[in-house]
């Protein structure tokens, strides 16, 4: 069992000797970066904002989003001959804008046809506009007792069925998806009968790519054994009177969190992540129902904040096509040298550098948001470039700051943003300013202390950009807070041993109480590190 650290030292401010992080990235050309992004979309409810099909396509092409998630319907009653007709035209008006669907196919109940007859529906209707195939959608969630043996008579019916097709065999197969991931042994080994492994990984509050998802590709080796990993559904809710299990997030933790999903999935080699979904569906005043709120654009069609982050991060990793990898060898210094990075390579020959913290901003339990501090630190690249423009992912994709680069800049990775750095030489065209301060120099190199970490953000909309000018936050830094009043460290101490979540929630308000609201996240958010 992992030992906790003693929250006394963790509110304390600490000389160590400086931390140094070195290694050389793999630049991937952008587009293979693109590629790992889609979003699931529902087009026969027409109902629902789906019902447009045009304001949906445009949605889509605005995120630059060229992959969706969704269904067949092959069923031969002739009461759902609209149903088949419409759906198919839906999928190829899609793939005429560039957008390509996977499909998941029916389920053992056949209430969307046979699997012959979606086959053939698609081999007479849509061929060009699939790119994959996937087995039935959740169905352990019947409860069926012998679920289980019915996906997989499905699944292996599925994959014969593709794969004797000699106009689809050339298409990948996933397994079926689960509704629950520890159901996933009681599946067994299909790794015979499909392409990819299937998983639906919803983070339930929690920040991604921790170890609640290490856990779930583990689980899914019974499945698939070495065979990559799709995630075809993930993403945030943010149903804020919801009580049940899957618990709720902010939308401005949702966006922060979102972009950094996408990036450490594409880090950890998942070939694509569906985000679920585009719309929210229906009207939820009360914001009780998780089901109603999962989209990326609220009901009426304006964009929360992951729309904009799964948008931003896209644009700046760029959507051009070619190009090719490159190694990029890079040493960060200081507190930032832990920090998680991802390189891609631009088809005009630059690299952009995503950079964020591991770090947690929304407090799944106590249901607030959190603001954890900034790190700053040196940046070393070896290679040719003589300029570097800075970018926060939450504000959008002109750059924080812009100048001439030779070889080490200073810089800063938020707690609750990712930062995006482009290197490029002479040759390559500039990103617009737009009035972007210029590159500050490196921090002073030092033999016997961390840089301090940089200052939180002032607000929750206004985190500081990495690299930029000093922040103006009126927040202080942390490595200068007031030390705590006794009262205000035991409360704390209380709150972040809590386990059991009714006494989590009562001793957290006993924190705020006793230091006041942010110094109280502050603390809590740090204790929350260092116990990792």
């Known amino acids: 069992m992992r030992r906790a650290v003693p929250l006394m030292a963790v509110l304390s401010t600490l000389i160590s000797p400086e931390r140094a992080s070195a290694e050389t990235l793999r630049a991937a050309p952008a587009r293979t970066f693109v590629d790992t992004v889609g979003v699931n979309v529902h087009p026969t409810y027409l109902s629902t904002p789906y019902g447009n099909v045009d304001r949906t396509i445009a949605a889509l092409q605005s995120l630059g989003i060229r992959h969706v998630r969704h269904g067949i319907h092959a069923n031969p009653d002739p009461k759902f001959a609209w149903v088949n007709g419409y759906s198919a035209t839906v999928t190829n008006k899609l793939a005429a804008a560039g957008i390509k669907s996977d499909l998941v196919v029916g389920n053992p109940d056949d209430s969307s046809g046979t699997i012959a007859q979606q086959l053939a529906h698609v081999r007479s209707t849509m061929l060009g506009s699939v790119e994959s195939f996937e087995g039935p959608n959740e169905w352990d969630q019947t409860l069926r007792t ?103 997030t902010s939308e401005r933790a949702s966006g922060r969190y979102m972009a950094r999903m996408l990036l450490e999935h594409y880090r950890r080699g998942l070939p694509r992540t569906w985000v679920y979904e585009l719309y929210d569906e229906k009207e939820d005043l009360a914001l009780t129902n998780k089901e109603r709120h999962l989209g990326l654009l609220r009901l009426d069609g304006s964009e929360k904040p992951a729309a904009k982050a799964v948008r931003n991060v896209i644009e700046l990793a760029g959507t051009g096509t070619g190009g090719t990898a490159a190694d990029l060898p890079i040493e960060l210094t200081g507190a930032a040298s832990g920090v998680r990075r991802v390189a891609v390579r631009r088809p005009d020959g630059s690299i952009v550098l995503f950079l964020w913290q591991d770090s947690v901003i929304w407090d799944k339990y106590g249901q607030f948001d959190m603001y954890p501090a900034a790190l700053g630190g040196t940046l070393k690249v070896t290679g040719p470039w003589t300029r570097a423009e800075v970018f926060s992912v939450a504000k959008g994709t002109a750059p924080t700051a812009a100048g001439g680069f030779a070889g080490t800049m200073g810089v800063t990775v938020p707690g609750d943003d990712v930062i995006a750095i482009r290197l490029a030489d002479a040759s390559m065209k ?13 921090p002073p190199a030092t033999r016997s202390e961390t840089p301090t970490p940089a200052p939180s953000p002032a607000a929750p909309a206004a985190s500081a950009p990495a690299a930029s000018a000093p922040a103006t936050s009126t927040r202080p830094a942390p490595a200068t807070m007031a030390r705590p009043s006794r009262r205000c460290r035991i409360a704390v101490k209380r709150a972040h041993r809590a386990r059991r979540t009714r006494a989590r929630a009562a001793t957290r308000r006993s924190a705020r109480r006793a230091c006041g609201a942010r110094v109280a996240r502050r603390l809590l958010a740090r204790a929350a590190r260092a116990a990792r």
Do not use: C
């Not at 290490?214 to 995630?231: F, N, S």
């Open 146 to 248: 012998n679920w289980a043996a019915e996906l997989r008579g499905y699944q292996k019916a599925l994959y014969g069925g593709v794969k004797a097709d000699s106009a689809l065999k050339a298409l990948p197969v996933f397994t079926p998806s689960l509704g629950e991931w520890r159901r996933l042994p009681q599946l067994g080994d299909l790794s015979a009968y499909a392409d990819y492994g299937n998983l639906h990984a919803y983070p339930g509050g929690l920040a991604p790519g921790q170890k609640w998802l290490d856990d779930q590709l583990t689980a899914h080796k019974t499945v698939t054994g070495t065979k990559k990993v799709m995630i075809t559904e993930a993403g945030y809710h943010n149903a804020m009177a919801y009580t049940g299990l899957h618990k709720p």
């Open 430 to 442: 500039p990103t617009p300013a737009g009035g972007a301060p210029t590159l500050p120099p490196p």
